[in-house]
């Protein structure tokens, strides 16, 4: 290969190009993204850099030096607009076009917003950019802030908002908030937390309109109830940056279709990320984005698919001063029992937990709150045991 395009200046697209020069492309590489900054870490976005902790010189994930050796062409703030039918031109918004012999996709995934009037006060945390304008909102005095969506972002931004002194309430439309992800069982315990944080939380209820004429001045709910509000945080999931493929031969889902190894249906084009629906999932999670880079680029060089992406799913969260861990793959009707620590009026103890989830004798994954230790030591028997099974399979 004589050139590789990385489309996505993103995590995901920046371990990518580390990935191509670790392992012996010295071709030409260019780095397209439609956001002007080069590659940040999105994770302290509803955390330390919403409170103010951290500043953006501390999200940058390169610096000089790296850059140097990466020795990319970065084509930033500009989008995608199309690949042709071979796979091998990307076609950009200001008229570009690049050419290559290898393209990976990491163009990840934007936040989805309901189709609501556009008030001010109203926001999504996802870039950088959604980031700067919500934390200059949070910096004007107290504020009467909804978070709708209850998963992590929601719960992370929650946290922020409490721990800078707003009255938060989080508004969720199932019965619970991570049910999909911990089970109803273990989702209690943990929506317990923001119960002992003095955030209100508001579940079996949807949005159905805003008022305000301008700005937003309050959410009116399913269930009737109206709640004042200045600030509205929707963080109700994401959707794949696939737009800019239709039309290409790439298989669209919820994702780039990929096999197992990130390799779409054509050889020289791989996805990697929160874009890429992998073996028939698609996982938005760091260590996804950090992990199957190395898997994509392995294939994309040798033509073909030779190496898997067989890790054991990993993701955390932090929400009011207590770190959440799970890693492994929970399905319905496994059972859970906390094997350390213990729960306290509903929410994890003072000492945190950790919980197995087991089938057939089989723990087949596991959740800490608070035990880091613990965890690191179950995540690794886990996945040990993984490894055993597909062997046996194999």
């Known amino acids: 290969m004589r050139t590789v395009a990385v489309v996505g200046a993103s995590l995901s697209g920046l371990y990518a190009a580390r ?7 010295d071709g030409r590489l260019v780095i397209v993204g439609d956001e002007p900054h080069r590659p940040y870490d999105r994770p302290p976005l509803s955390k330390d850099f919403l409170t103010g902790r951290t500043g953006e010189e501390q999200l940058a994930l390169t ?5 140097a050796a990466l020795d990319a062409e970065w084509l930033l703030g500009v989008r995608a607009r199309g690949l042709d039918a071979r796979g091998r031109t990307v076609l950009l918004d200001d008229g570009r076009t690049v050419s290559a012999d290898g393209v990976v996709v990491a163009t990840g995934a934007s936040a989805r917003r309901p189709p609501v009037r556009d008030l001010a006060g109203l926001h999504t945390l996802r870039t950088l950019d959604d980031a700067r304008a919500l934390r200059v909102e949070l910096t004007r005095g107290p504020r009467r802030v909804v978070v709708v969506g209850g998963g992590f972002i929601g719960a992370e931004t929650a946290s922020s908002c409490a721990a800078l002194g707003h009255t938060v309430t989080v508004v969720e439309a199932a019965p619970l908030p991570l049910v999909p992800q911990l089970g109803a069982d273990m989702a209690a315990v943990c929506a317990g937390l923001h119960r002992r944080a ?6 079996g209820a949807t949005v159905t309109a805003l008022r ?4 937003v001045t309050a959410v009116s709910l399913s269930d009737g109830r109206t709640l004042p509000a200045d600030v509205v945080v929707f963080g109700i999931g994401a959707a794949p940056n696939t737009a800019w493929l239709a039309g290409s031969p790439l298989v669209l ?10 390799v779409t249906p054509l050889a ?3 996805a990697v990320g929160d874009v890429a629906r992998v073996g028939g999932t698609r996982a938005e999670h760091w260590t996804s984005a950090t992990g199957q880079p190395r898997v994509a680029v392995t294939n994309l060089l040798a033509g073909r698919t030779v190496r898997s992406a067989g890790e054991e799913p990993y993701f955390w969260s932090d929400q009011y001063g207590a770190r959440i861990q799970f890693s492994g793959r929970r399905l319905h009707g496994d059972s859970v029992r906390i094997t350390e620590g213990g729960i306290a ?3 994890p103890g003072p000492d945190g937990f950790l919980a197995r989830y087991e089938r057939d004798g089989r723990t087949t994954a596991v959740l800490a709150v608070d035990r880091p230790r613990a965890f690191t030591r179950a995540r690794r028997e886990l996945a040990r045991e993984a490894g055993l099974v ?3 399979q194999s």
């Open 63 to 67: 610096d000089s030096e790296e850059t």
């Open 253 to 262: 889902n919820d994702g780039v279709l990929c096999d197992d190894g990130c």
């Open 212 to 215: 305000g004429t301008g700005a």
């Open 19 to 25: 990935e191509l020069r670790a392992q012996g492309f």
């Open 390 to 392: 597909r062997s046996a």
């Open 345 to 347: 009026d509903g929410a």
């Open 268 to 270: 020289q084009v791989v």
């Open 198 to 203: 003095g955030t209100e939380l508001v579940t």
